[in-house]
């Protein structure tokens, strides 16, 4: 069964108000069924309780409720002036309103397309409640409302009503109305307190930059000098934060997700900004370290080749102090020299066997009452050696600055100084009057009454050690160039240099004179013959040679390896090791007394005495102390001992 929907039709009685529509619109055929007037909307708040809207019939405008009020009010006081009594022609259309409006319906088309809201075309002014939840049934009469006050009323200014993007409204007047938001620099929200730089113009909130200038004092827009006195305060209407997005809807979920992918695409180009910049940093500076490497091993590799060519150099070309005579190593010692040398060992060696003790010589006992008492301040930083001269009372002590000087132990104080020498002083010795030292740049000076008198430079290197021969007339020197060498003070000359296949690094004359002693620094300690310069013998020890003393009864050699903690002892008749003494301490420096019987060591700890007993064969431990030192002599009968430590400060050991 077919049919067609225009003949469709409803049999039901129409409502009261869709009749009243019909009579005053024209119809159901009329042109506003499909386009009815929209009523006038408040924007609705979520926090907007559900309340009644107030229009003005008049212009159709939206009025608040005290406006609604305040006319009602105003619509309900008593007129002042007389009304005209009503002819009958009046009551009777008062009787009949709606065949009244039938009439004006039929005959003037044209004042209904002129009326602005629902209702009569009246002049008075009215307002209708729409959406209270009521419906007034149009057939009921209105009530009459009396006449208003005849008063002439005041023209009210217009306002137009807009929406910002929070949603509050803003009264824009006929004027143009301009609205300015700053926004802080730092924190991108709107000031509380605004302030400005002078440097950059920019705002900020005051609290947050005056955190940011305590702890960097920079602008952070432009990195310059900024202090709090820099800052304008701006005077700013406050401005209302718009309200955070509800996240109710797709359109603002899109808004937010925009706004974070902007925020983390800017961050991952920052981040990759940053990355690139540290990369580039890091290459140079691997290319910079790289470099530097390859120049230090080239550098120490021919510092290594000038060394090991210089160690094998055979000719003695070391000048002398007035800048003649060379000798050829090999030839050994000069006739007057060998001569010097051959007397003095006959002379030594007749009498050792038979020398006693002598009589004032300390004991064991006496040597077990020794305290120390520090004689001096620190005289000379970086010492590493102290010699005494005959009298025991000068003591000779050089240091890092390279300026030597003598030292009274009786006296306790300075009494000369010589120098300097420009460099580091490494040791020191007396020969008679005549004070010896030598040096890091490979000299070795001789000093008289404070004046220098002759001046060698044989080595290439340093000079590790010097040594001083029985006869007073020959000093040794060795170096870390492997050579050694020895003066001849009458002539001032270089009489002997050897080269060793290691650097040397102590030194000691035999008691006799006819041998000495070279420390190396592959630790091997070689003999040789002071006459011909020839190799007699060597021992070897477990490291590098730290100090060497010959033992007065011409058999014993006392030795020490660097870092170590006991001393060597080996017998030159056999050249076997008979004793190892540990003193449980690091030990820098040995001396063996007179008598040979008490052998003295120093070293970071402390200083230790032992004792060789010729009648028990024994060794015992007279003294230990715990003041530091880097070197000691004895001093006159062994009465007393004398040492003294890195910072140039002298001790002294004697009977308390």
């Known amino acids: ?86 002819t009958s022609d009046e009551r009777s259309k008062n009787e009949c309103p709606a065949e009244e409006a039938d009439l004006a319906s039929s005959t003037n088309s044209q004042n209904r397309q002129q009326l602005a809201a629902i209702g009569s075309a009246d002049k008075k002014r009215r307002a209708k409640v729409i959406g209270d939840g009521s419906e007034k049934d149009d057939n009921q009469p209105e009530k009459a409302i009396p006449a208003r006050d005849q008063k002439p009323r005041k023209k009210r200014k217009k306002v137009k009503l807009s929406f910002d993007d929070g949603g509050e409204e803003v009264a824009k007047e006929n004027k143009p109305f301009h609205l300015l938001i700053m926004l802080c620099a730092i924190s991108g929200e709107a000031p509380q307190v605004p302030v400005a730089s002078r440097k950059s113009g920019t705002v900020f909130e005051k609290r947050l930059i005056e955190a940011y200038i305590s702890e960097n004092g920079k602008d952070p827009v432009t990195d310059e000098e900024l202090s709090t006195d820099d800052l304008v305060d701006l005077k700013s209407a406050r401005v209302v934060r718009p309200r955070p997005p509800t996240l109710t809807s797709i359109p603002s979920l899109l808004s937010v997700f925009q706004n974070e992918w902007d925020a983390l695409a800017l961050e991952t180009y920052n981040l990759r900004q940053q990355l690139a910049q540290t990369r580039q940093e890091l290459s140079t500076a691997l290319y910079q370290h790289d470099a530097a490497v390859r120049v230090i091993a080239r550098t120490s590799r021919e510092r290594d080749e000038a060394r090991d060519a210089l160690s094998r150099v055979s000719v003695n070309g070391a000048p002398t102090s007035n800048g003649d005579a060379m000798q050829v190593d090999g030839e050994g ?32 006992e006496t040597i077990q009452t020794f305290k120390p008492r520090q004689v001096s301040e620190s005289l000379y930083p970086g010492s590493r050696s102290i010699s005494l001269d005959s009298s025991k009372d000068l003591a000779l002590v050089g240091g890092i600055d390279g300026i030597a000087g003598l030292f009274s132990i009786s006296q306790k104080k300075l009494l000369q100084t010589f120098g300097p020498a420009n460099t580091a002083i490494t040791d020191g010795i007396w020969a008679g009057q005549r004070a010896i030292i030598a040096t890091a740049n490979g000299s070795v000076k001789v ?25 007073g007339d020959i000093v040794a020197s060795v170096g870390i160039d492997k050579s050694y060498a020895f003066y001849d003070l009458v002539s001032s000359t270089t009489a002997l240099q050897t080269y060793t296949n290691s650097a040397l690094t102590a030194a000691a004359f035999h008691p006799d004179g006819h041998l000495f002693a070279a420390g190396g620094a592959d630790g091997q300690i070689k003999v040789f013959d002071v006459k011909s310069g020839s190799n007699a013998a060597n021992f070897d020890a477990s490291g590098p040679i730290q100090c060497l003393s010959f033992s007065e009864n011409g058999t014993w050699l006392a030795a020490v390896v660097r870092g170590e903690t006991s001393i060597a002892i080996w017998n030159l008749r056999n050249t076997a090791q008979i004793k190892s003494l540990d003193t449980g301490n690091q030990i820098e420096d040995i001396r063996w007394d007179y008598t040979g019987q008490f052998l003295a060591a120093v070293g970071p700890s402390g200083l230790v005495v032992q004792q060789y007993s010729k009648a028990t064969k024994e060794w015992s431990e007279p003294l230990r102390s ?6 000691v002599e004895w001093g006159l009968s062994a009465q007393s001992l004398v040492s003294l430590n890195g910072d140039g400060c002298i001790t002294e050991y004697v009977q308390s």
């Open 447 to 471: 000093f008289d009454n404070g004046a220098e008198v002759s001046s060698f430079a044989s080595h290439a290197g340093e000079v590790s050690a010097l040594a001083l021969h029985p006869s």
């Open 626 to 631: 715990a003041v530091p030192a880097v070197a």
């Open 333 to 364: 010692l000069s006739d007057s020299l060998v001569a010097k040398v051959e007397a003095t060992q006959e002379k030594l060696s007749k009498t050792r066997r038979k020398r006693a003790v002598p009589e004032d010589w300390a004991s064991d």
């Open 1 to 86: 069964m077919s049919f067609n929907a225009k003949n469709l039709s409803y049999e039901s009685n129409e409502p009261n108000f869709l009749r009243k529509l019909k009579s005053q619109y024209g119809g159901i055929d009329s042109a506003h069924r499909n386009r009815p007037l929209e009523r006038p909307r408040k924007h609705k708040e979520m926090d907007d309780e559900d309340e009644p809207t107030y229009v003005d019939e008049d212009n159709g405008d939206t009025i608040s409720r005290a406006e609604y009020s305040a006319l009602l009010t105003r619509n309900n006081e008593p007129s002042h002036q007389a009304t005209p009594e009503k």
